[in-house]
């Protein structure tokens, strides 16, 4: 939620660090509000499963691994200023570990989604995953309009990888 903060898709207190202890409490407070509400849903009721979450969690890194496959191609020079610019005969690691991911992740993912027995597949966490989805991108999208009607670029954060 910090890194959210600062690049501009999450309100700005996000984006806070603490002098006194030098992290995100707002932040921090946040997730453990959202985990807490999540744990009681879990605990005290049937609407979810041990794995209701994992198909969510898989498709997101699919996404990610696909990324990594094509970010070394799409994005050269990026790369070659980066820490990550490691190549194995001549080909970026960053590509040979996405090619190698996918396979694995794509057969959690189709798991996940077959099995009733892990309970991911239940009716409800597919609903509940699929609003995620939908929530996320909305969001995305509603704050890039905003940010953008106010004179802000917010893809202009997201064309290099920030120096750390």
């Known amino acids: ?5 600062l690049d501009g898709v999450a309100p700005g207190p ?7 202890r030098h992290t ?17 849903i879990f605990t005290y009721t049937t609407l979810v499963a041990i794995l209701s979450g994992f198909l969510g969690f898989a498709i997101a890194f699919l996404v990610v691994a696909i990324a990594g496959v094509f970010f070394p191609f799409t994005h050269r020079d990026t790369l070659e200023r980066s820490p990550a610019n490691i190549r194995v005969a001549g080909i970026p690691l960053m590509a ?3 090619v190698l991911a996918i396979p ?8 996940t989604a077959t099995d009733k027995a892990l309970g991911a597949n239940a009716h409800v966490s597919l609903i509940v995953n699929g609003i995620l ?26 064309k290099e990888i920030p120096i750390e």
């Open 24 to 40: 995100p409490v707002f932040a921090i407070v946040t997730l453990v509000v959202l985990a807490e509400i999540a744990l009681a």
């Open 14 to 20: 996000f984006s806070s660090v603490s002098e006194r």
């Open 1 to 5: 939620m910090l890194a959210w903060g």
């Open 96 to 98: 040979i570990c996405g």
């Open 104 to 111: 694995f992740i794509a057969f959690i993912a189709y798991r």
């Open 133 to 158: 989805i939908a929530v996320g991108f909305g969001w995305f999208y509603a704050l890039r309009w905003y940010r953008r009607s106010r004179g802000e670029d917010v893809d202009r954060r997201f």
